[in-house]
């Protein structure tokens, strides 16, 4: 199946690299450009786009806000946030509504795993920032970054479910969905969180909220 793809930066090299990582990765995608912000609100306004690849530093950026404008226009579209601000930063574009974030050192084979991991999984998260986020502490001098923080709104009603100690049935009771959706998200939840358990998954819970 066809997914429109729409690539916002100001600069035609990193169009240009990341249309043709892209279109090597999957002939079929359908990629359009924009060189400015009010340009990307103009495109997603008049097509559908199924992923929005987004430099939060091009002419007319209002940075983290954006991310918000865009889904009130697209609330489907998924964001992945391609930048050259550091890692450390993403939180803000994250708890926005960003489904990933990726610094434009990385690799060229990261940007086609960043793209299936949104398309697949629902998410990109790079194994670093996930450990940064995780291991904040007092002492950083960051802000610290708490596991409902990384989720969605489905995904922290099931996780305090899970904490609760309710299964899969009583879950998918209690939220009227299926067992195999409950079954989905606390899989997105365990590696969102890079946990292999319930027993970790509270053990998380209780280092943070208890």
């Known amino acids: 199946m066809e997914k429109n793809i729409l690539i916002a930066d100001d600069h035609y090299v990193v169009r240009m690299a990341t249309s043709i990582i892209l279109e090597e990765y999957d002939p079929t995608f359908q990629i359009d450009y924009a060189e400015t912000y009010p340009e990307v609100l103009e495109k997603i306004t008049e097509k559908e786009y199924e992923l929005l690849i987004l430099d939060i530093e091009m002419p007319g950026s209002t940075f983290e806000h954006m991310i ?22 993403a939180v803000s574009y994250l708890s926005a509504g960003a489904q990933g974030y990726l610094n434009k050192s990385c690799e060229e084979a990261k940007i086609a795993e960043a793209v299936h991991s949104i398309f697949t999984a629902g998410y990109y998260y790079p194994q670093a920032l996930l450990h940064e986020f995780l291991n904040n502490n007092e002492d950083s001098g960051n802000k610290i970054i708490r596991p409902l923080d990384l989720l969605s709104e489905r995904e922290i009603e099931i996780y305090q479910s899970l904490v609760e100690g309710n299964g899969i049935l ?41």
Do not use: G
């Open 170 to 210: 009583e879950i998918s009771n209690s939220l009227n969905i299926h067992m195999s959706t409950v079954s989905t998200h606390k899989l997105r939840i365990f590696k969102k969180l890079q946990v292999n358990s319930i027993a970790e998954l509270v053990h998380l819970h209780n280092k943070y909220y208890s």
């Open 68 to 89: 918000k404008d865009i889904k009130k226009i697209r609330s489907e579209i998924k964001i992945l946030v391609f930048t050259s601000h550091k890692e450390s930063q």
